[in-house]
């Protein structure tokens, strides 16, 4: 079945920088995009950018250029997220998310990466 | 960028009741809405995209309607499991910007 499995949660000091992967199982990977979304607590839902996996494209958010990099290994069927220079306002829960480029829709969402940026 | 308001912040419904969340785009998006469910702890799930169409394993009883600007989700009989917040976004361009989540809570 379709998965995407995320890392573990990750604890950061402000400056620094946090990697996020996201597994992709059960189809192929290179056919969908690949988005990433940030929750904070207790927060609503925000859209961070997308890569596609075939030709390494990504497009990101205006907020974070410069501060992400979104990346993928093909052979590990696997995406990237980097975040640069954490904030505290970055604590958040990340999102891997499947665009099956039929709409636009996520149809499948990795389990979460909680990412806590203190000092 | 696109502003996508939903409207209510929150609801409490009983069992049975027919629930309709509205989402509102601040320009037309013509058909490119999506619908999704998060549980608390969970990560979210789409229950409809552009605009009308149900995802596969979605149960029969969502619904979604609208173009251009103004959308609708309706539950036709809500049940315990339906609890939760629900986000529309748009798809139509980027950035993909989602509402601010309506909060259901069962009476």
């Known amino acids: 079945q379709v998965q995407l499995v995320q890392s573990g949660a990750e604890v950061k000091k402000p400056g620094a920088s946090v990697k996020v992967s996201c597994k992709a199982s059960g189809y192929t990977f290179t056919d969908y995009y690949v988005h990433w979304v940030r929750q904070a607590p207790g927060q609503g839902l925000e859209w961070m950018g997308w890569i596609n996996p075939d030709s390494g494209d990504t497009d990101y958010v205006q907020k974070f250029q410069g501060r992400v990099t979104m990346t993928r290994d093909t052979s590990l069927t696997t995406a990237y997220m980097e975040l640069s220079s954490l904030r505290s306002d970055d604590t958040a829960v990340y999102y891997c998310?499947?665009?099956?480029?039929?709409?636009?829709?996520?149809?499948?969402w990795g389990q979460g990466t909680l990412v806590t940026v203190s000092s | 960028d696109i502003q996508m308001t939903q409207s209510p912040s929150s609801l409490s419904a009983s069992v049975g009741d027919r629930v309709t969340i509205t989402c509102r785009a601040s320009q037309s998006i013509s058909n490119f809405l999506n619908w999704y469910h998060q549980k608390p702890g969970k990560a979210p799930n789409l229950l409809i995209y552009?605009?009308?169409s149900l995802q596969s394993g979605v149960p029969s009883r969502f619904s979604g309607s609208g173009s251009g600007t103004d959308f609708t989700l309706t539950i036709s009989s809500l049940q315990p499991e339906d609890f939760g917040t629900y986000y529309c976004q748009q798809s139509y361009i980027s950035p993909r910007t989602f509402g601010q989540g309506t909060k259901v809570e069962i009476k």
């Open positions: 998310a499947r665009d099956l480029l039929r709409g636009g829709d996520f149809d499948q």
């Open positions: 552009v605009a009308s």
